[in-house]
């Protein structure tokens, strides 16, 4: 049974940052695009950052660029996601999910989710 599990939300000052961990586990995850979406109260699920299998390349939303990165220890089956200079505008349930196959920014398209973890940003 495939499981993402994520970890490392919390409460942050506008300007802090955080460190998101994303433990995989179930399947080897050989050729898989990792990425990390968010959802926050009201609004439709979006992407925000993806790794693929073997590609040194990451790819982020425009929203974030320049401020959140994506990172994957394939030998620890294990997903980050270094966030800095958050904003408020970046408060939000973070999920990680998994996809056979490249990334794709919409997420009908990824086959595996974790719970997701709340990040919330104080002004």
């Known amino acids: 049974q495939v499981q993402l599990v994520e970890s490392g939300g919390g409460l942050v000052q506008a300007g802090g940052s955080l460190r998101l961990s994303c433990a995989a586990s179930g399947r080897t995850f050989t050729r898989y695009a990792m990425g990390w979406f968010r959802q926050a109260p009201g609004k439709e699920r979006e992407f925000v950052a993806a790794?693929?299998?073997?590609?040194?390349?990451?790819y982020n939303a425009d929203s974030v660029k320049g401020r959140f990165t994506i990172s994957r220890d394939n030998a620890k089956n294990m997903v980050y996601l270094q966030m800095n200079s958050l904003k408020p505008e970046d408060t939000a349930v973070y999920c990680c999910?998994?996809?056979?196959?490249?990334?794709?920014?919409?997420?009908?398209?990824?086959?595996?989710w974790g719970q997701g973890t709340q990040v919330t940003v104080s002004s």
């Open positions: 790794s693929n299998w073997n590609d040194p390349n990451t």
């Open positions: 999910a998994a996809r056979f196959g490249d990334y794709d920014v919409s997420p009908r398209m990824w086959h595996y």
